[in-house]
């Protein structure tokens, strides 16, 4: 079978979703399948000029680099990587079927030529739709309206968000985690009372919230380490260290060494830190934030508090530090069972759904 994957803007910083994408093209390829990855350079129709001359260079510096102009992910190299000036149905690659990603994607496609086979969208939308007003959320269903492209789901929330739109998915297809690339490295009742939570830079993800909630652990607890990775510009209190954007092993080192990990967004499509955190043996705390709820069950593998509520996030928090029993109980949960979001497995669910559709 002949896949494109068409994904948004091309990113110099570790991206969840593209990562996503980026291991939906390996895992496939390896099964056999003919897979090409499509990365438009701007997303408007006449890029002039200057457009013109940074295309010319980045397809230059492709050509002398290979996948490695991705930086941040080794995307297997059995994937074809094409980069384009602009996404328009007319320039979609021919294939059996063609996967589109963020809702941008539908927007700037229509109209595909014909032999770029069966449309399809892989929808992880809900938290802008969720957040979004009245004129965005139009947009965004316009584009997730399309008749000629069938609909996948990762979460319950997604397909909630597509029915509210008026569009049943044909399919659920959760993200998977690469055991490869995560896993428990540190047993954790040997562990350090560290703290984690991801840095994103999106309102969202509710730092502020995240950050009041700092305030009150370290309030509580001055002898607890408080970490996060990533960017963004959120003002935190003394005592929470930043530790910058991280690589794969660096990812993988940083779950390893919390004994919890947060999860304070307002809304989440699916949840991938939390998902890689329990993988790597932390215990998890997370909002009822919509998509991560799929997978993190209060009391079982994981402590579920309502949303833009730092208290409650700082006393599960505190809950899960001083309860030892309670919090290696939510971790070893949390370990078993990530087994069900492994990437083969999502990788095998995400194949057959391509199949069927295309049949």
Known sequence: MRVTIVLPLMTGLPSGGLK?????????????????????MSDFRMIGVRGTWRYARLLARHRRVGHGIIGWFDLNPAVKLRLLPFLAGYLLPAADVTVLTAW???EWTMRPRRAAGRMVQVVYDYEFWMSARSEFKARVARALSRPDVALFSPSSAVTEMLREIGREPVAHTPPG??????????????????????LRPYPQKAMSVMAEACELILGSRPDVAVRCYGAGD????PGVERVGVVDGPGLRAFYNSCRVFVLPSDYEGWGLPAAEAMTCGAALVTTANGGAEDFAVDGANALVVPRRDP??????????????????????????????????????TFEQALLATVA
């Open 234 to 237: 959120t003002e935190f209190p």
């Open 177 to 198: 985690i690469d055991n490869d690339r995560f896993g428990c490295d540190v047993a954790p009742d040997e562990r350090a009372r560290v703290v984690g939570f991801a």
């Open 104 to 106: 941008q994607t539908a």
């Open 20 to 40: 996503v994408q980026y291991e939906n093209a390996g895992a496939l390829a390896a099964r056999g399948h003919e897979v090409t990855v499509v990365h438009p």
């Open 311 to 348: 208290a409650a996030i700082a006393k599960a928090v505190l809950r899960l530090l001083e309860d030892d029993d309670l919090r290696l109980r939510i971790s070893s949960a949390g370990l078993r069972d990530s087994a069900k979001w492994a990437l083969p497995r999502a990788a095998s």
